[in-house]
């Protein structure tokens, strides 16, 4: 099996994402997020690169049944219906709605894979369900959605668990990013407290976010797997 990990999106090379299955990791907060709303019933998520993409797009889907929803510097952007914190995305608020998502980092990652084989978003809140998929896959792509353009932290951590998970004792054909993210795993856990020391963690503390951490770090809070098909993320089985 051969495992290529990109902690930042600029590494990625479109084309050869085609013949793989690919995972984007985006901890704080993209993916956990988003695999909250379909865990509390949202019909679908559309991501978008940018909030005019996603006000044209939420526009032509009717917005009678469609939430907008993204951040900008952690805080819902103006005139949207939700922000980006996982603890807004309860059944109340989105069972039976679409969801129109424009995020920093995430959706940005979602966006430039959009051409993979198999797109399947990843947080640690449904590491198994992922793993499971992942390990049947002769080529995997795992993408940290990394935070303005360079490395986080929780990502790597993600991808490194979802690899421990994946190979167990293999070795396999990895490359460096995919040893380095395995490595880190070994010795570190997901926790609020280890998330409160990264550059995301801190910038949601500063905000008056950082319980957000908590749900964030937890490992398999859903066993779901969702994936993206025709440009909307949809809960699907294995
Ligand atoms: C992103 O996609 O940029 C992040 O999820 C940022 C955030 O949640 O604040």
Redesign the pocket.
């Known amino acids: 099996m051969r495992i290529d990990t990109y902690f930042t999106v600029a590494e990625v090379d479109p084309p050869a994402l085609e013949s793989a299955v690919v995972v984007v990791v985006?901890v704080?907060?993209?993916t956990t997020?988003l695999l909250e709303a379909l865990a509390n019933g949202a019909r679908g998520v559309y991501p978008t690169a940018s909030t005019e993409d996603a006000v044209k797009l939420a526009h032509t889907l009717g917005r009678d049944d469609t939430l907008m929803c993204g951040?900008r510097?952690?805080a819902r952007v103006e005139g949207f219906d939700l922000g980006?914190?996982p603890r807004e995305f309860t059944r109340e608020a989105v069972e039976g709605k679409r969801l129109v998502m424009s995020?920093?980092?995430?959706?940005?990652?979602l966006t430039a894979a959009q051409h993979a084989h198999r797109l399947i978003p990843c947080a640690f809140t449904n590491l198994g369900a992922v793993a499971r998929v992942a390990q049947g896959a002769e080529r995997l792509v795992v993408i940290c959605?990394g935070?303005e353009g360079r490395y986080a932290m929780d990502d790597a951590l993600c991808a490194g668990h979802l690899l421990r998970r994946v190979l167990g004792d293999a070795e396999g054909e990895l490359n460096d990013a995919s040893r380095a993210a395995r490595a880190l795993a070994g010795f570190r856990k997901p926790s609020r407290r280890l998330f409160e020391l990264t550059d995301?963690g801190r910038?949601?503390l500063e905000i008056g976010l950082g319980d957000?951490l908590d749900v964030c770090a937890q490992v398999d809070r859903h066993d779901i797997l969702a994936e993206m098909r025709d440009q909307v993320i949809v809960l699907t089985g294995d």
């Open positions: 985006d704080l907060r993209a997020t951040e510097k952690g980006n914190s995020t920093t980092n995430g959706t940005r990652a959605a935070r995301g910038a949601l957000d």
